[in-house]
């Protein structure tokens, strides 16, 4: 190889080392195809992830609602069986109260020469017993003589004329009536005051014309 052969190769080489190296340059830009591609994946994704954010609030909203109605049947189904505990109590309370009236009324009419007798202070433990029953269940007597008739508490039998008890007053307790915290279980059964009585016409004359002599005389 002669040197002219030599120095064209290297002149050769080194052109196309220079193509090279400005091909490499070059930057490589993608098809436009590809880049639209891509911005409709990243379209597509936001929507899909705004779907899911809406998806989650709905489903937040209905476990919420879902959890207060639970919550609210088990304060509802407290209530009631409270309520029914309540009503079968008082059934059973509102029953021995006969009884006790029985027992009470047995002995404000036991002859003297009994009342020391030792059935009968059995008796009289049995009547104990049933009170204090009453009284750790919380039922307590309800006031009527004396008091203004209440409707809700009292049951007027008669209304008789008084001049000793206002009108509208209990005169008197035919019965004993009990009430458990603000339930009645049985009204007192009463005698009502209707007020002073009437005079008649000719005893008002009278009165008056005492009344007058008694003024012209002073």
């Keep these: 190889m002669t040197d002219e052969q030599g120095q064209e190769l290297e002149i050769e080489a080194e052109v196309e080392a220079q193509m090279l190296d400005e091909t490499a340059e070059v930057p490589v830009e993608p098809p436009a195809e590809e880049g639209e591609e891509a911005v409709d994946e990243v379209v597509v994704l936001r929507q899909e992830l705004e779907k ?117 007053h209990v005169i008197g307790e035919l019965q004993k009536g009990y009430r458990l915290g603000d339930r009645v279980l049985r009204p007192s059964v009463v005698r009502v005051s209707a007020g002073l009585p009437e005079q008649e016409p000719a005893a008002e004359a009278e009165t008056e014309e005492a009344e007058a002599e008694g003024e012209e005389t002073d």
Excluded: C, M
């Design 52 to 168: 899911a954010r809406v998806q989650e609030a709905e489903y937040l909203d209905g476990w919420q609602r879902a959890r207060a109605e639970l919550s609210n049947a088990r304060k509802r189904f407290q209530r009631e069986q409270e309520q029914a505990y309540g009503n079968a109590k008082a059934d059973v309370l509102a029953r021995l109260l006969p009884i006790v009236d029985d027992f009470g009324r047995a002995f404000e009419t036991l002859p003297d020469n009994l009342s020391s007798l030792t059935w009968t202070e059995g008796l009289r433990l049995i009547q104990h017993k049933f009170q204090v029953l009453l009284e750790q269940e919380g039922v307590v007597p309800i006031e009527a003589a004396g008091q203004e008739f209440d409707p809700f508490l009292h049951q007027a039998v008669t209304h008789e004329e008084s001049e000793e008890v206002p009108a509208g």
